[in-house]
């Protein structure tokens, strides 16, 4: 079992819609939890980290479900600057960053 | 500014030869990684660096060789090139998860490594 389960894709949706990412992880001990955004030929980079209550930052929620080992990231209002392949990444206290394989996300006007 | 900055951005090498990506941070952050992402985009971490000393070291074989001269510089040398190498390699930095930070890690733009 991979460390970090993503659902890969391709999500296909329109303008204005909400979409939501889902990513589980199997290490209990995990410390925190992170969605970063790579754009296609560019490096990743933070969209945002998620807290244990949960934390919005304009159309994106980050939700965190320590219980189940699960982490979402909910999109609303879709743009088509959203378009991009987003990344589940969680820590250990060891300091390691372990990546999903991502979710790619198109956004058709 | 660039905060990480790697060099070459691109390398197209034969099979066999040796060959070196450099990585520098001007964050003042006192890890540094490397990061292999391969065709299917997957992105692995290949080695780990904190204040120079090596702390992560996953399976990779004994051909990469990571060698960082202070904690600004993390340069990742790969002899003996094989196809299977070709790959984005990406540099990376972050601060210790402590005091606030939240251990975000900052990638280079990523050096594409292809191999004939």
């Known amino acids: 079992r991979k460390e970090v389960e993503q659902d890969p894709g391709p999500f296909n949706v329109p303008e204005g819609a909400t979409v939501a990412f889902n990513c589980t992880y199997s290490?209990?001990?995990?410390?925190?939890f992170f969605w970063y955004r790579q754009d296609c030929r560019k490096e990743p980079k933070l969209l945002m980290s998620v807290y244990s209550s949960g934390n919005e930052d304009g159309r994106f929620t980050a939700q965190l479900n320590r219980a189940s080992q699960y982490i979402s990231l909910l999109i609303r209002d879709s743009k088509l600057s959203d378009s991009a392949t987003y990344l589940c990444v969680v820590n250990t206290n060891a300091g390691k960053s372990t990546f999903g394989d991502g979710t790619t996300l198109t956004v058709k006007p | 500014d660039t905060a990480v900055s790697q060099t070459p951005k691109y390398l197209v090498t034969q099979m066999g030869n040796d060959k070196s990506i450099k990585c520098e941070q001007n964050l003042g952050h006192d890890t540094m990684y490397w990061y292999k992402q391969d065709s299917k985009k997957f992105l692995k971490i290949m080695f780990s660096y904190n204040n120079k000393e090596l702390i992560i070291n996953e399976t990779v074989p004994n051909r990469f060789s990571p060698k960082s001269p202070d904690k600004a510089h993390l340069n990742l040398h790969i002899n003996s090139l094989e196809l299977g190498d070709s790959a984005v390699y990406f540099c990376?930095?972050?601060?210790?998860?402590?005091?606030?930070?939240?251990?975000?890690?900052?990638f280079g733009e990523g050096s594409r490594l292809t191999v004939l």
């Open positions: 290490n209990s001990a995990s410390q925190s």
């Open positions: 990376a930095s972050s601060q210790d998860p402590t005091g606030g930070n939240t251990g975000e890690l900052f």
